[in-house]
């Protein structure tokens, strides 16, 4: 679902409309009864919003504004958007971004397999609420990028995190200078995400402070977009350390046992560790830097770990719920047929048919060896500014396991490194039953959710809520 082998998941108004039946678009795009809107920056060239407000299709708890549609962010570059207000207290909420992985994965699964407003009924023809949502709590925009994927279309060059950040960049000045989202710049700004999202959180949220520092010193003119919360779940942060978790995690995952048969495991210890095995290669990826090469050397790793150390580790299970076979039913897919149905496209305004994980943006990421390249110096970074951060994972997901996002963390360097090795795991308690084990070291928290895969939010949805109301207050994770 998240990889192809191993996917890792000052604005002018042109026009309002003479009536709210009249719909305006490039080329007539948007065909609906419902009133749409576009918004063209004055400052960005071939930048800006069209939108929908209030289609009805999904969040239906009355009084609740949505928005869908897209932001324009460059010549021929549409980004996909769909924004849910608040359920409760929507005028002081935080502003909540989500972002799936992949790379090349859209946002649309954690909309509707996850954390979103509502879920897809097996007719696939019809929704029912989520009480589950996280925009119980919070302002909640998910968003397709790079471009390309979900409903996403146009013209993508993005071939690596580092290049992805300043599109999604782009995509918030213009949501911020806008008069519909500028009453959100000023919020507490919760950066969510999974998977994938292990490199996408710690690079755009690093290059997010970067241009805040350039306004500042009044180098560039721009909304500055200012992160108080990261939050990763399942993210895959460190290659070198992660591809060895799959070793540790196949010979014994805690809670399941061992996943794999001896024989297989000396073969992935071969592989790990042998002449030119996956480790060394891993670290010649890193030695490599960015350096013209270093895209074929880190290519050249990933495909290796990945043949090597994941797909044997893996074997005939579910890499994202390894309690299920590889034709795991969990959560269902029924929503892509929802959202490829004319009229619910009409009635969103979304104007090409929806791709969950399209081949073609994953493949340029594939060409630079992104996938082996770690952000791990980044997120130690971040958290050694103190920046509130939550690492967590279901602990029935093999792709990402728990065991390798925990070494990744224990082997950042920031301030708190000695400290979270000395903090022992105690039980999370919901009602008294116990769904995560966590640490808590000042602003930095790690969980591991008992019970849940890759996606944490679609297997424990109610724990999924509580840990993200407590990020959201600004609390260390407890029991309740």
Known sequence: MFLTALRRTGVTLLALGASLSQAFSLGDAFESDTPHIEIRSKIRNETGLRYVKNSGICETTPGVEQISGYIDVGTNMSMWFWFFEARESPETAPFTLWLNGGPGCSSMIGLFQENGPCLVNEDRNSTYINP?????????????????????????????????????????????????????????????????????GPSFVTYFGEQNALIASGAIEAEPVVVSALMVNNGWYDPLIQNEAYLWFATYAPGYGQLQPDDVLVNI????????????????????????????????????????????????????????????????????????????????????????????????????????????????????????????????????????????????????????????????????????????????????????????????????????SQVVRKEQLHSV
């Open 132 to 200: 589950y949502s996280w925009n119980n709590v919070s302002n909640v925009i998910y968003i397709d990028q790079p471009i390309g994927t979900g409903f996403s279309y146009g013209t993508d060059t993005v071939n690596s995190t580092e290049s992805a950040a300043p599109f999604v960049w782009t995509a918030f000045q213009v949501l911020f200078e806008s008069q519909l989202f500028s009453k959100y710049a000023s919020r507490e700004f919760i950066f969510a995400t999974e998977s994938y999202g292990g490199h996408y």
């Open 269 to 468: 210890t071969e592989a790990m560790y042998g002449a030119d095995g996956c480790v060394a290669q891993e670290q010649a990826c890193y030695a490599a830097g960015n350096s013209t090469e270093s895209n074929k050397i880190c290519h050249k790793a990933d495909n290796y770990c990945i043949d090597y150390a994941f797909v044997p580790a893996v074997g005939d299970r579910d890499s994202y719920d390894l309690r299920q076979n590889s034709s795991a039913l969990f959560p269902p897919e029924y929503y892509v047929h929802y959202l490829r149905k004319k009229h619910v496209m009409k009635k969103i305004g979304a104007m090409v048919r929806y791709d969950e994980c399209p081949d073609a943006p994953y493949k340029l990421f594939v060409k630079t060896g992104d996938d082996a390249r770690t952000w791990l110096p980044e997120l130690g970074a971040l958290a050694n500014s103190g920046l509130k951060i939550l690492i967590w994972a279901g602990d029935a997901d093999i792709n990402c396991n728990w065991l390798g996002g925990h070494a990744s963390v224990l082997a950042m360097d920031w301030y708190g490194n000695e400290t979270l090795h000395n903090t022992p795991f105690t039980n999370m308690t919901i009602d008294g039953k116990p769904v995560a084990a966590v640490q808590n070291v000042d602003n930095f928290s790690f969980a591991r959710v008992y019970g849940a895969g890759h996606e944490v939010a679609a297997f424990q949805p109610a724990a999924a809520l509580e840990i993200f």
